[in-house]
T-cell receptor, first 114, second 111 residues
């Protein structure tokens, strides 16, 4: 297993455009999380899935953000009508429901909105 | 509201010394607490987990303590090396389905 993978690693876009990030978790992990991290801050929770069900969304996740995990495997995070304030690192993590509590993170997708 | 505090100022220490990082939390009672390492531009990597009934946990040169009375965890790296330079994040977990992270402390070990 190659761990959690995220794509793209870097995305530069103009304000107002839509962007989509993909996360492929560790195959046997049924829980998947999205976090956002800005410079000098820790990761901030956005949302999480157990299998295909989205069980919690942070208030940080405005209606311009949507996340899906259609078959309980990979997940996508879409940001519509991007704003400069959306510039951040978007991190995906996964774990197993009956696991040790340790989160396995991907390398992140860095978004720059011009 | 729940709050996690880590020293936002960077910690600079000389190689070979022990680095001690602090994590304080308020307004909740975590069942366990995790520490992660994060290198620039990379995702966090899990280091250690300590449960509320454990006072201390060790892994190689790392040692974590957990004081539920003080609501504090200390993270120690003994015989520090320049390769230990990174940001260290603490994440107390309190019976929710998500892990909440502190802001992290940047450690710089110089030769």
């Amino acid at each position: 297993d190659t761990g959690v993978s995220q794509d793209p690693r870097h995305k530069i876009t103009k304000r107002g455009q839509n962007v989509t990030f993909r996360c492929d978790p560790i195959s046997e992990h049924n829980r998947l999380y999205w976090y956002r991290q800005t410079l000098g801050q820790g990761p901030e929770f956005l949302t999480y899935f157990q299998n295909e069900a989205q069980l919690e969304k942070s208030r940080l996740l405005s209606d311009r953000f949507s996340a899906e995990r259609p078959k309980g495997s990979f997940s996508t995070l879409e940001i519509q009508r991007t704003e400069q304030g959306d510039s951040a690192m978007y991190l995906c993590a996964s774990d197993a429901l009956q696991g040790t509590g340790e989160l396995f993170f991907g390398e992140g997708s860095r978004l720059t909105v011009l | 509201s729940q709050k996690i505090e880590q020293n936002s100022e960077a910690l600079n220490i000389q190689e070979g010394k022990t680095a001690t990082l602090t994590c304080n939390y308020t307004n909740y009672s975590p069942a366990y607490l995790q520490w992660y390492r994060q290198d620039p531009g990379r995702g966090p990597v899990f280091l250690l987990l300590i449960r509320e009934n454990e006072k201390e946990k060790r892994k190689e040169r790392l040692k974590v303590t957990f004081d539920t009375t003080l609501k504090q965890s200390l993270f120690h790296i003994t015989a520090s090396q320049p390769a230990d330079s990174a940001t260290y994040l603490c994440a107390p977990w309190a019976n929710t389905d998500k892990l909440i992270f502190g802001t992290g402390t940047r450690l710089q070990v110089f030769p």
